[in-house]
């Protein structure tokens, strides 16, 4: 072929490629620019609630849980949790949660707390195309310092009574003791005491005392867990101690 001719050929190569790409431009979807909604954020349940849905202290740990209700976009891809310290009043990211693990999907542990500071927290959605929401409504809360697994005496192990009496030592600053008695093969929650006394130690508290328990007495050959949850002085502060396991006989 002729050069005149290779570069006429050349060119009419070039524009059919250019036009190609601008075809394809031209078929693909539009950017999506759409945040998704921002998340609802669940405020701390009271410690007398038996749901316990919401901000709030766990057993486990000294560690603030938020929890918040899952978004129904079709895109969504995560969650991002800030916090501050007041009066500090800058929120800081602290952690960022992809989509993929199920109903851990809308939990967060914040497991760097210090006790007796309180922490601010929001949340925000992210889609795929990484557009991120407006930030949810704000909660906080506060860890006091939960009492002590020697301070909770008994039932411990095995035990003849259906509705055992629950003896235990309560220390330090509160307005009030939660006992919770909990049902372990049926996972559910059978009793949540009156608001104890915090000053009134030792407790001294028979199952079912006030006649609300779900169960009047206790099953026998089923395991219980119980402990001691501490209501603070300032609204939205508290704590939860560990687990007591006991068996009915
Ligand atoms: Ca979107
Ligand atoms: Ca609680």
Not at 92 to 113: E, I, M, N
Not at 229 to 236: I, N, P, T, V
Request: glycine content about 8%; overall charge negative; some cysteine.
């Amino acid at each position: 072929m002729p050069r005149k001719y290779q570069h006429i050929l050349l060119g009419f190569l070039l524009t059919a490629y250019l036009l190609g790409l601008a075809g394809c431009s031209d078929k693909s979807t539009p950017a999506d620019t759409t945040p998704p909604d921002p998340p609802v954020l669940l405020p701390s349940p009271a410690d007398s609630s038996w749901d316990e849905t919401g901000t709030d202290a766990i057993p486990d740990e000294n560690y603030i849980q938020l929890v918040w209700l899952m978004g129904t976009e079709d895109d969504l891809s995560g969650y991002k949790i800030y916090r501050s310290s007041p009066p500090l009043e800058m929120l800081t990211l602290l952690a960022t949660k992809t989509l993929g693990s199920g109903v851990c999907d809308t939990v967060y542990d914040d497991q760097s707390v210090e006790i007796g500071v309180r922490y601010l927290y929001t949340v925000t959605a992210f889609d795929q195309a990484g557009n991120e929401s407006e930030w949810s409504g704000e909660v906080d809360y506060m860890l006091i310092p939960k009492l002590s697994d020697e301070s909770l005496t008994s039932p411990r192990g095995e035990i003849g009574e259906r509705q055992p009496t629950f003896i235990w030592i309560s220390t330090g600053e509160s307005m009030a003791n939660y006992l919770r008695v909990y049902d372990v093969l049926d996972e559910r929650t059978v009793w949540v005491s009156p608001g104890q006394n915090p000053f009134s130690s030792p407790h001294s508290v028979f199952y079912n005392e006030d006649g609300t328990a779900a169960d009047t007495l206790l099953t026998p050959g089923r395991q219980y867990w119980w402990r001691v949850d501490r209501q603070g002085s300032e609204l939205r502060s508290g704590s939860e101690s560990r687990w007591v396991s006991f068996t009915v006989k």
